[in-house]
């Protein structure tokens, strides 16, 4: 089946710095990317759609300045969070399609905690 | 605007016991309408989706769900629940720009 492979899993860093989390389909293309993030015991949150070799679509809210989207190659999408803040702790996941009837497969997720 | 609705924010059920999960979706055309379950400190596992035809769903590890269009509703059913179904619960229906709209999620604690 789909595989997405997400990366890194855990990060801890201190304030200020910028972080990035890499998202791949590792045996298909993936046409749309999506990153979400889910705050504790709550839903999947839309951060913004990533299509490859196009600027991301961010969602209401979302900062695209704080929050980089980078989707180079059908197989690679990577989010990067600048100069981040305790605030921006939270459980970031990244899911890619090959078309649109087929579901989503999602990564497992990167827990990103500040200091 | 689109809206998924779990009403049931925690499942409790005994192992071998049958275990439902309840999701409504808002009214669309043809509704694109998933489940998926995540275990802690895990992405998301897609378990069935209904696209069209049969209303009746089966899908991975034993789950079903059955697309009710005058109920609006598309719940999540397994006729004997393990221990390890213990999990966070999903359901989601496709949106425009194939994004997704999830409910706000349904724990199951399946005890022994």
């Known amino acids: 089946g789909a595989v997405v492979s997400q990366h890194p899993s855990w990060v801890i860093c201190k304030s200020g710095t910028s972080v990035k989390i890499e998202c791949r389909s590792l045996d298909f293309q993936a046409t749309t990317m999506f990153w979400y993030r889910q705050f504790p015991k709550q839903s999947l949150m839309l951060m913004a759609t990533s299509n490859e070799g196009s600027k991301a679509t961010y969602e209401q809210g979302v900062e695209k300045d704080k929050f980089l989207i980078n989707h180079a190659s059908l197989t690679l999408s990577t989010l990067t969070v600048t100069s981040a803040h305790p605030e921006d702790s939270s459980f970031y996941i990244c899911?890619?399609?090959?078309?649109?009837?087929?579901?989503?497969?999602f990564g497992d997720g990167t827990r990103l905690s500040i200091l | 605007a689109q809206s998924v609705a779990q009403p049931e924010d925690q499942v409790n059920v005994a192992e071998g016991n049958p275990l439902t999960v309840k999701c409504t979706y808002s009214v669309s055309g043809n509704p694109y309408l998933f489940w998926y379950v995540q275990y802690p400190n895990r992405g998301l596992q897609f378990l069935l989706k209904y696209i069209t035809g049969d209303n009746l769903v089966k899908g991975s590890y034993g789950f079903e769900a059955e697309f009710n269009k005058s109920q609006t509703s598309f719940h999540l059913k397994k006729p004997s629940a393990l221990v390890s179904d213990s999990a966070l619960y999903f359901c989601?229906?496709?949106?425009?720009?194939?994004?997704?709209?999830f409910g706000g999620g349904t724990r199951v604690l399946v005890k022994p």
């Open positions: 899911s890619a399609e090959d078309n649109s009837n087929q579901p989503q497969h």
């Open positions: 989601a229906q496709g949106a425009a720009g194939n994004k997704l709209t």
